[in-house]
């Protein structure tokens, strides 16, 4: 079978252990850190195995969050062979076991075990385009996150030191209203002039005039605590902090979206926009890799679970959510677009079907996903816009 090395990923460091062939390992369980130093170590132990045996050595790991990044990185450069295993398979092949020992010395065992069982298939390839659209992908997602938090803590202490300042601006979160309601909160007198810089000149004098009037008519806030008055100042200034940055990564994933055609022939999908395609093509990657559609709705975990034993069979199967949740994510939201007002009027009449039958909403919309990603997928694979 060949050498192979088995390692172990934590934060930090890594557990290694070296094999010459099955059940024959090589030297001792090592430990390497997550520096230049710790990965010569590596390198040099691959060169080593394959001037003993004269074959390539391959190096199996464990996906563990962003901690393998690093050394996948390094591997990829130095064009070592490695496997990268999904979690959910080493520990199934561990399960196998009738003593529960759990380590780092005998996970690294393990996986070496599986590569000479042939349980290892090549993982997937990343174009570096994608891994970066992926990056930002998830950051901008992971920001979104904390920037509706923000407005929601935001707008509750709104209701405790102004609530009437919510009728002066259409959009109380608007950078004009922050701004303004940030000069009112520091105790400046606000003028029109202050309300033009932050406007900009796509609003006239009669607009501006109208909204002074209206914060000078608001209560004063001497009536409030100091402490809520600073508190909001604060998320105010944080809400602020967070659209810029929102903003910032919008145009990197639209820099970066223009360099893949992937991401173009999503567009062509109706109810599917620019972030809603930058997100489902990060999350893809090359659609080639799957065989078929089954296996890409597999990925995204929309597929079936499956439960029957001896003459019983479940009658009601939920989907198993082994896949990536991002992907599954993004065409649930891309199901709901395409669903309002009709706007994918294939996915629409596939609905209305499928509802005629009786099925709940949220099933209907999980079939309404599974059905867009064969699309999805046929759209990849041909390289063709979508065709109503």
């Not at 930058?278 to 679970?305: C, H, M, N, S, T």
Request: glycine share 8%.
């Amino acid at each position: 079978m060949g050498p192979v090395v088995g390692l172990d990923v934590s934060k930090g460091t890594s557990m290694l252990q070296a094999f010459t062939d099955r059940n024959k390992p090589y030297g001792k369980i090592v430990s390497i850190t997550h520096t230049e130093e710790g990965f010569e170590c590596l390198s040099d132990l691959l060169e080593e195995l394959k001037r003993i045996t004269g074959l390539e050595p391959a190096v199996v790991l464990e996906a563990t969050g962003h901690y393998h990044r690093g050394l996948v990185a390094y591997l990829e450069r130095g064009e070592y062979r490695h496997y990268i295993v999904n979690p959910l398979q080493s520990k199934r092949a561990k399960g196998t076991q009738l003593r529960k020992v759990k380590t780092d010395a005998v996970d690294a065992w393990h996986l070496a075990e599986m590569f000479y069982r042939g349980d290892i298939q090549p993982h997937r390839t990343w174009a570096e385009e994608i891994a970066e659209l992926q990056h930002l992908t998830r950051q901008h997602e992971f920001m979104t996150s904390l920037l509706v938090q923000a407005k929601q803590n935001a707008r509750a202490l709104m209701d405790q030191v102004c609530p009437s300042y919510e009728g002066v601006f259409h959009n109380l979160f608007s950078i004009t209203s922050l701004q303004v309601l940030r000069y009112l909160l520091k105790g400046d007198t606000i003028t029109a002039e202050m309300i033009r810089k932050t406007a900009g000149s796509s609003h006239g004098e009669a607009w501006i005039r109208g909204k002074v009037e209206r914060i000078q008519a608001l209560p004063s806030l001497s009536m409030t605590s100091k402490a809520q008055q600073t508190a909001l100042l604060c998320m105010v200034e944080m809400v602020l902090a967070q659209q810029e940055q929102l903003r910032q990564l919008e145009i990197a994933i639209e820099e970066t979206a223009l360099t893949l055609p992937e991401v173009g022939l999503l567009k062509t999908i109706p109810g599917v926009g620019d972030k809603l395609a930058a997100a489902l093509a990060a999350e893809i990657g090359d659609a080639a890799q799957f065989k078929d559609p089954k296996q890409l709705v597999a990925y995204a975990g929309l597929d079936p679970g499956v439960h029957s034993s001896g003459k019983f069979t479940a009658s009601s199967n939920r989907i198993s959510k082994r896949g990536s949740k991002r992907l599954r994510r993004a065409l649930y939201v891309a199901v709901q677009c395409g669903l309002r007002n009709g706007v994918n009027e294939r996915l629409k009449t596939y609905y209305e079907k499928k509802r005629k039958e009786g099925k709940p909403y949220k099933v209907v919309v999980i079939a309404c996903a599974n059905k867009l990603l064969h699309h999805v997928y046929a759209i990849l694979i041909k390289g063709e816009p979508y065709r109503t």
